[in-house]
């Protein structure tokens, strides 16, 4: 008889594209959302927690072909008992999903709805440095009005959530434009229904912040050489039809009235482009209102992305501050967030138009930009480590460990083999525990315990002499009573160390 075969053993290893967040990049992420939650919810925005998974009919920007869905999402087809399939996906991001949750409770809802909603999204795209198939998104949106106070409040709330994580004021700019100015332009360069065309331009100003100017007029006429070398065919408009273009595009100006005169002159005669310009005059308004100046908010044509996708105004959120790229070059962070207007969204299903805006902010890029301003990324405390010396007294240590979590501090029962204690030491420093408990059968019989400042010892140890260890005792006897006040003592020096 043949020997059955082992099956293989799986490998350990992360699939292509994804990653695994560990605790300190988990809480960091944690406490990030809270605060921003807390912003938020000050605005009079609610919590929607929809699910991560959608008919891909309803995602609307991925839809079937002959066998399998287009490529973009995570998609599946579930069939009935009667063998009608249905795709299904992961949702690629927050906003779809509430154009259906809207459209599906929208007789239950408030008129306008605020919410926001914060989780991972994921995009079967072709994963590279920093770009993942799954990560987190933090969106808020206000659905049902038309009101450009919706998108003031947007930009308001997407200045002062930076400022609450920790982005100081000039280190960041909020900046607005509205897609309706452009279309004004379109209107302007004469191309009529050619919406082919369109899109061309649409798709060549969005190259407007690598390219500039000159390279933007290049596209939109006869074409460029680029970086390579390579020839790049252009749209093939003329200089007549180029020119309201550049002029929304270098349209602003110091003064925020003479952006609004510039804007004019590009959009001529257009009444969309009219329109679009007095959208934007009423946001400023509304901004200054509030104290939000240019400073923090301003009015900015050059800023094109999303334009293709958006209905009015265009909102985002650009980090200021110079970091260093992988070459040692000196480079702004850039964009953190980025949103804007949509009203066509729940118009798929309910066959209305229903007004709509909102913001998502890009989490994992505002994680690092905050630690690029040193608010994270720094070691995360573990818990206070109540170690072992007697097995016989499990009971004694584990009443040490639920008085000191019932004083709110964290803290953990060493659990792994207690005869070599220079182990449990070892283990307390890989948890970068602040304390180390102790106790013998000696203290146990005199009513004391020993406690460790394991981040004070650390430092003693590797840099002061032995006159300085004197004079700077890391461990202490105390009374058993005293317990917890003493470590509360020793892990508040320690904050203290680390604020100074």
Same mark, same amino acid.
Not at 104 to 109: D, G
Not at 305 to 312: D, E
């Given at each position: 008889m043949a020997k059955q075969k082992k099956a293989p053993r799986p490998k350990a290893i992360t699939p292509k594209g994804f990653r695994d967040y560990f605790g300190v990049e988990v809480s960091e992420r944690t406490e990030m959302l809270h605060q921003i939650a807390g912003v938020y919810h000050r605005y009079g925005f609610e919590a929607l927690e929809s699910s991560a998974v959608e008919t891909v009919e309803a995602l609307g920007k991925f839809l079937p072909d002959v066998d399998r869905p287009n490529e973009g999402v995570f998609a599946w087809q579930e069939f009935d008992e009667k063998d009608n399939g249905e795709w299904m996906a992961l949702r690629y991001d927050l906003t779809a999903p509430l154009a259906r949750v809207y459209a599906?409770?929208?007789?239950?809802?408030p008129n306008p709805y605020r919410r926001y909603a914060m989780g =991972?999204?994921?995009?079967?795209?072709? !994963?590279? =440095? &920093?770009?993942?198939?799954?990560?987190?998104?933090?969106?808020?949106?206000?659905?049902?009005? @038309?009101?450009?106070?919706?998108? @003031?409040?947007?930009?308001?709330?997407?200045?002062?959530?930076?400022?609450?994580? &920790?982005? !100081?004021?000039?280190?960041?700019?909020?900046?607005?434009?509205?897609?309706?100015?452009?279309? &004004?332009?379109?209107?302007?360069? &004469?191309?009529?229904?050619?919406? @082919?065309?369109?899109?061309?331009?649409?798709?060549?100003?969005?190259?407007?912040?690598?390219?500039g100017e000159r390279g933007v007029r290049e596209l939109l006429g006869k074409g460029r050489l680029d970086a390579s070398g390579a020839y790049i065919d252009g749209v093939g408009l003329s200089d007549d039809q180029v020119e309201p273009v550049i002029a929304f595009l270098t349209s602003k100006a110091d003064d925020v009235a003479k952006t609004f005169e510039n804007l004019r002159g590009a959009v001529g005669a257009s009444a969309v482009g009219a329109e679009g310009i007095g959208e934007l005059e009423q946001i400023g308004d509304l901004l200054a209102a509030g104290g939000y100046g240019s400073d923090r908010i301003?009015?900015? !044509?050059?800023?094109?992305?999303?334009?293709?996708?958006?209905?009015? =105004?265009?909102?985002?959120?650009?980090?200021?501050?110079?970091?260093?790229?992988e070459k040692g070059r000196k480079r702004q962070f850039g964009s953190v967030s980025g949103g804007g207007r949509y009203d066509d969204l729940v118009k798929r299903f309910t066959g209305q138009s229903v007004p709509a805006t909102g913001v998502s902010i890009g989490v994992d890029r505002l994680l690092a930009a905050l630690r690029e301003k040193g608010r994270m990324g720094g070691l995360a405390t573990g818990p206070v480590v109540v170690t072992v010396m007697d097995r016989d007294r499990m009971a004694d240590y584990q009443a040490m460990v639920t008085e000191l979590r019932n004083a709110g501090i964290r803290a953990e029962m060493y659990l792994g083999n207690p005869k070599n204690f220079g182990n449990q030491l070892k283990y307390a420093d890989k948890r970068n525990s602040p304390v180390a408990v102790i106790e013998g059968g000696d203290e146990k019989d005199r009513g004391v315990v020993q406690v460790k400042d394991l981040i004070l010892g650390a430092k003693i140890a590797e840099s002061a002499t032995h006159e300085e260890w004197k004079e700077r005792p890391s461990q202490f006897e105390i009374g058993r009573g005293d317990l917890v006040a003493k470590v509360r003592e020793i892990i508040a020096s320690q904050n203290d160390g680390q604020a100074d």
């Open positions: 599906q409770h929208r007789n239950e809802l =991972p999204v994921w995009r079967n795209e072709k !994963p590279g =440095p &920093g770009r993942y198939r799954q990560f987190y998104q933090c969106d808020a949106d206000t659905v049902g009005t @038309a009101s450009m106070a919706a998108d @003031a409040e947007i930009c308001a709330m997407l200045s002062d959530t930076l400022e609450t994580v &920790g982005i !100081p004021r000039g280190d960041y700019l909020v900046r607005v434009n509205n897609r309706k100015v452009m279309n &004004g332009v379109l209107e302007v360069m &004469g191309l009529g229904e050619d919406q @082919a065309a369109k899109d061309n331009v649409l798709r060549t100003i969005d190259k407007f912040d690598k390219v301003e009015i900015d !044509p050059s800023i094109v992305r999303g334009l293709g996708y958006y209905t009015g =105004p265009v909102f985002e959120a650009e980090l200021t501050f110079e970091i260093l790229d």
